[in-house]
């Protein structure tokens, strides 16, 4: 166990040093501009509140999060020997389609970002809606493939020396459920970044997943007496679909001015299509002999029959046509690198006025300046 320690010990450290040049690249690109001196203590007192006011409500939606996992543990601590490794390595493994989704809203958080300093709503309400949608595709056909072959996942994964049959068993029960709440996840990580991108701090989100945070430990409680560690994934899963769907209602009044109604349809109809990808999926994984071919034709059949859907019907859940946009956009992005803006070419043009709509980020050139 001590070598394991050390070899993630070791990692952590490695992955510094790749990073540590780019950063002294970054660091030695430019002159740092001279801090601005305070003209009165006063002055200097009231920044550092507000610095703390914004970075509070952060913090404190962070811990309300990560303590959900504490909460999960305790729960499980009285239950038989084994129980916290079934719930440590389905988590694990159930959460893998999640972080894969939240790339998409990483890379869009400063367009949004950006959108709401600006005052253009309109760019951020939509960006958010079709980064929501796109991430939800995603993580849905993930759990569609962890919840048709988890047996055969952990068995190819786990199942060697002391992990036998019955842990196998365990662990994909366990991962099932887990997936279960894995759109809830991925809709809470989405959510928060265009909650955290106002320029005011919000404490909503800190709000919605406390309540989440109460609802996983009244609801484990009975689920860990009567069902286990799969109890206590059922209440995780329950607890963070209730923190999706508050921020998901208190977007519009918050932050962004997210159509809740149609984008809350959307991802029903998503989520339909992800359980005939899971029966497809789970057919596959059960006819299918060896793990290996098990998983993989399991993977390949829920992501086209999830896929097939989004082709026959794209209008039904609110996306966009994907390989088109992709198509699009992609010279579009490139022609406005290349090329000057309007207001470059033309020295004396005006200036937008202050009423209209500036285009910020991601789907419309970044040339433009804010409005002020």
């Not at 794209?314 to 010279?331: D, F, K, M, V």
Request: proline content about 8%.
């Amino acid at each position: 166990m001590g070598g394991r320690a050390a070899g993630v010990a070791l990692g952590g450290i490695l992955m510094v040093l790749v990073q540590a040049p780019s950063l002294v690249r970054e660091l030695r690109s430019g002159p740092v501009p001279p801090a601005p001196r305070a003209s009165a203590p006063r002055g200097g007192q009231d920044g550092r509140i507000l610095v703390l006011g914004l970075i509070a409500p952060v913090v404190a939606f962070s811990l309300c999060r990560q303590s959900q996992t504490l909460i999960e543990r305790f729960l499980a601590s009285p239950l038989p020997a084994g129980a916290i490794s079934h719930l440590n390595y389905a988590q694990k493994v159930a959460q893998l389609p999640m972080i894969l989704s939240l790339m998409l809203c990483t890379v869009s958080f400063p367009v949004v970002a950006r959108a709401l300093a600006a005052g253009d709503e309109e760019t951020a309400r939509h960006r958010v809606e079709r980064d929501l949608l796109l991430a939800a595709v995603v993580v849905l056909v993930g759990a569609s493939t962890v919840i048709a072959a988890a047996p055969r996942i952990v068995e190819l994964l786990f199942e060697r020396g002391e992990f036998g049959g019955s842990d196998t068993t365990a662990t994909a029960a366990v991962m099932r459920v887990y997936a279960l709440g894995l759109l809830g996840q991925t809709m809470v990580g989405a959510l928060v970044r265009c909650y955290f991108s106002a320029a005011r701090p919000l404490w909503y989100p800190a709000a919605a997943m406390g309540a989440g945070l109460v609802t996983t430990g009244v609801a484990g409680v009975p689920g860990a007496q009567y069902w286990g560690a799969v109890g206590i994934a059922a209440a995780n899963a329950l607890g963070i679909t209730l923190t999706a769907v508050l921020l998901l209602r208190g977007a519009h009044r918050q932050s962004v001015p997210v159509r809740a109604g149609r984008l809350g349809a959307g991802l029903l109809r998503l989520a339909a299509a992800g359980a005939g990808a899971t029966g497809a999926g789970w057919a596959c994984s059960v006819a299918i002999g060896p793990a290996v071919p098990a998983v993989v034709a399991a993977a390949l059949v829920a992501t086209g029959v999830f896929l097939l859907f989004l082709a026959c019907a794209p209008e039904a859940s609110g996306l966009p046509s994907l390989p088109r946009s992709a198509y699009r956009r992609t010279p579009h992005a490139r022609r406005h690198r290349a090329e000057p803006s309007a207001a470059e070419a033309a020295p004396g043009k005006e200036p937008a006025p202050v009423g209209e709509p500036v285009p910020v980020g991601g789907d419309v050139p970044l040339d433009h300046g804010h409005r002020r």
